[in-house]
């Protein structure tokens, strides 16, 4: 087989026969279409109430952003493959894929442990919250992310690059990711592999292990509240962000946890489409049906103040 530094690729993950074709690419449209007004409205809902000026929206807000993102990273795509059965992409193309998707999957991690910091800080330290989540603070905590997330999506590629691929191969899968194209390259990846590994390490499991202290420092403190309607009070304003939580990583490691020998399964395929599609579009709601100052907001926007 002839290798090449820019080959032509094939992308069949979700390839089947025609009226399963019409079937998905109807589910996975109102799927990303739910996505894009959930998140927008959300950021339109906390952008126009100045009651939601406050950090933990602030965060939110972003997170919904990055959902956005997210999203039209990989959906796009996928239902143009759907629609045409054919599924080819440019290496280019699979790069710049490949780029967005791993800076946006890195700021959901990143952004979920900032607002677990920011959950830490107005429950253990209610008195100093407004000294610690200063305005300042929150735009350099997210600007930071942003800059950690792009920075290390950039080192991904420039190894991809350095690396020679197969001609004309098939992708099972229905976005261009790291395994995959591992799997179909002519070079050697151990060095790759390692780096992925390392730093998919730092940014995977770093904000992962921050979250948890985070929380066993909340649910401790939440233990020593004396009265039971403070301590539901004190749990009501983390149980969204907790429940977003354990959606994502129970999903991603859903996605990737995996022997090698699965992940051409339909099994793994349906936990990437919950892990790149299905979280994102169920955020927004999580937090707008249990936050009332979001459902007020939400409201007020759509003009159903009196319902």
């Avoid at 990143?110 to 989540?133: E, F, G, K, N, Q």
């Avoid at 098939?170 to 995959?180: M, T």
């Avoid at 292990?209 to 403070?230: D, E, K, Q, T, W």
């Amino acid at each position: 087989m002839n290798c090449s530094k820019t080959p032509d690729f094939v992308l069949v993950g979700l390839s089947q026969g025609p009226e399963h074709r019409q079937l998905l690419f109807g589910l996975f449209l109102a799927l990303y279409l739910l996505s894009l007004l959930g998140n927008l409205l959300l950021l339109l809902a906390i952008g126009a109430d100045a009651r939601l000026h406050t950090p933990m929206y602030f965060f939110l807000s972003q997170l919904s952003l990055v959902d956005l993102c997210f999203t039209s990273t990989t959906a796009p795509k996928m239902l143009e493959d759907l629609w045409t059965s054919s599924g080819s992409i440019s290496f280019p193309g699979c790069l710049a894929q490949l780029y967005f998707f791993a800076t946006f999957a890195d700021m959901d991690s990143l952004l979920l442990t900032v607002m677990a910091i920011d959950r830490y800080a107005a429950i253990c330290h209610p008195l100093h919250y407004s000294l610690l989540m200063t305005p300042c603070r929150c735009g350099l905590l997210v600007g930071g992310s942003w800059g950690v997330a792009h920075f290390v999506s950039l080192v991904h590629i420039l190894s991809l690059c350095q690396l020679y691929f197969y001609t004309n191969q098939e992708i099972h899968h229905f976005f261009c990711d790291f395994g995959p194209l591992f799997q179909l390259s002519c070079s050697d990846t151990h060095l790759s592999e390692v780096l992925m590994m390392v730093l998919t390490g730092l940014l995977g499991l770093g904000p992962l292990l921050c979250i948890i202290s985070s929380y066993a420092h909340i649910f401790h403190a939440v233990a020593r509240v004396p009265s039971a309607n403070g301590k539901k009070k004190a749990l009501a304003t983390c149980s969204s962000h907790l429940s977003v939580v354990i959606l994502f990583y129970s999903t991603v490691f859903a996605s990737y946890l995996k022997p090698p020998s699965t992940s051409h399964s339909m099994g793994a395929l349906v936990a990437a489409v919950m892990y790149t599609l299905v979280t994102p579009t169920l955020n927004p709601f999580i937090y707008s049906l249990r936050h009332k100052d979001v459902k007020s907001s939400l409201k007020s926007v759509l003009g159903l103040e009196g319902s």
